[in-house]
């Protein structure tokens, strides 16, 4: 069992305790200063005896009429009524016998739990008056000159109980509001609870989610791969050997197509291989990203006979992984659409350090073409790697921008965060 419902427990077992005190305690009162009565005159002290039964039966049914309906107890006036009733019935038991004073109790009592607001403090001094009658001996200390010394013990009293009261009610507003309270807290928990189990559906919808689109990424990851590395790497030994087959008649010049060809199939090996083990491609694992990039850029012009240069501003500085992996591949992709489409004479590079953004720039003066019209993914012309070099530099919140027309060349430009190393990206 939890504190909430242990707390709740608690106070409806109080509140069970104090409606069981409330309906017997009246009772027990009236048959207490009955019997104290009834032996008054065996000590000598005259008592009205049947008008003290009678106004005892009749307390005893006027009490008894509004107990039996509890449904009552939230009508104020009928509560009004009630309790005026008692303390004429009281006040009449005390003036004949004294010692009905203890009966009279109850009306501090009730005034607390059957009347409202400025009703419960009249209540009380109605009852302390009732009660200093008591004390100064009934009616007949008042007409033997005691009525100045009822008036001072009705003061006194009636201040007395009116402070008592006053805490008692605090605490029992304390009392309600903390029962509110936890009433309140049982909801809000339901509530709660509702909630978790539907967030919990939620949760189960997103992981579900979540592994498809990781799923999705990965083959969208091991795509671009593929295509910068065994694509890239096919196609140039297919140039290569397609360059040896049309210079068969000159031996140097197809033994230099042929090595090429050799050496493009060992690195598209290498690469290929360092794929599948998720590592950075071989050329990073040995140089810092300009040298790579400069030394990819040197091997290119060498294959197809097109001057390229690679300048680097900025401070050049380590960045994360997958930093300068995506702008070696953007590289290693322009590079390889500038071979296969531009029929370029010249081609430019700029790495670009800035404070918070690493841009590559790749410009050629080749044919240019039109970049609105996009290109089917997956085809063989190379569209596939514009969409795969825009994939690498989106997914880390970066942006590639394509300028070029017919005749005017084309210029490529790759901007991604300055991610350092041992962020995670």
């Given at each position: 069992m939890n504190i909430e419902a242990e707390l709740r427990e608690e106070f409806d077992?109080?509140?069970?305790?104090e409606y069981a005190v409330v309906n017997v305690l009246p009772y027990l009162?009236?048959?207490?200063?009955?019997?104290i009565t009834l032996l008054q005159p065996i000590w000598g002290v005259r008592v009205h005896l049947g008008a003290v039964l009678g106004l005892t039966l009749a307390a005893t049914i006027w009490v008894a009429w509004f107990h039996a309906r509890p449904r009552w107890h939230r009508n104020g006036p009928l509560m009004s009524l009630y309790y005026t009733g008692l303390m004429v019935l009281g006040?009449?038991?005390?003036?004949l016998a004294p010692w009905y004073g203890i009966f009279t109790f109850v009306g501090y009592?009730?005034?607390?739990?059957?009347?409202?607001?400025?009703?419960?403090?009249?209540?009380?001094?109605?009852t302390s008056m009732v009660q200093a009658l008591g004390y100064v001996g009934g009616l007949a200390g008042i007409r033997a000159d005691g009525w100045w010394e009822w008036l001072v013990l009705a003061l006194v009293t009636t201040v007395l109980a009116g402070a008592f009261f006053h805490f008692a009610a605090m605490g029992h507003q304390r009392n309600d509001q903390q029962r509110r309270?936890?009433?309140?807290?049982?909801?809000?928990?339901?509530?709660l609870e509702e909630a978790m189990a539907e967030n919990a559906g939620l949760h189960a919808q997103l992981l579900v989610?979540?592994?498809?689109?990781?799923?999705?990424?990965?083959?969208?990851?091991?795509?671009?791969?593929?295509?910068?590395?065994?694509?890239?790497?096919?196609?140039?030994?297919?140039?290569?050997?397609?360059?040896?087959?049309?210079?068969l008649d000159a031996p140097s010049t197809v033994r230099r197509h042929v090595t090429n060809a050799m050496d493009l199939a060992r690195e598209s090996l290498a690469e290929a291989r360092r794929t599948v083990h998720a590592v950075q491609p071989a050329v990073l694992a040995q140089a810092r990203l300009p040298d790579a990039i400069s030394e990819v850029t040197r091997r290119w012009s060498e294959v197809n006979h097109i001057d390229a240069v690679l300048i680097t501003t900025g401070d050049p500085r380590p960045m994360h992984a997958d930093v300068e992996v995506t702008l070696l591949r953007a590289a290693q992709e322009a590079l390889a659409n500038v071979a296969k489409h531009a029929k370029a004479s010249r081609v430019g590079l700029t790495l670009s350090y800035m404070e918070d953004l690493v841009t590559l720039d790749v410009r050629d003066d080749?044919?240019?073409?039109?970049?609105?019209?996009?290109?089917?993914?997956?085809?063989?012309?190379?569209?596939?790697?514009?969409?795969g070099m825009r994939q690498r530099v989106q997914r880390l919140a970066g942006r590639l921008e394509i300028e070029s027309e017919p005749g005017g060349g084309?210029?490529?430009?790759?901007?991604?965060?300055?991610?350092?190393?041992g962020v995670r990206s």
């Open positions: 077992r109080w509140e069970r305790r009162l009236l048959a207490v200063s009955t019997v006040a009449a038991l005390v003036a009592v009730h005034a607390f739990l059957l009347l409202r607001g400025r009703w419960q403090y009249v209540g009380v001094a109605a309270a936890l009433v309140e807290l049982h909801q809000a928990n339901v509530k989610q979540a592994r498809e689109a990781g799923v999705l990424d990965e083959r969208q990851r091991m795509a671009r791969e593929i295509h910068d590395t065994l694509a890239q790497g096919l196609a140039g030994i297919l140039t290569q050997l397609q360059a040896a087959e049309q210079t080749g044919v240019g073409f039109e970049p609105d019209a996009r290109r089917a993914n997956g085809s063989t012309n190379g569209g596939f790697g514009l969409a084309t210029a490529i430009s790759a901007t991604v965060p300055a991610i350092p190393t």
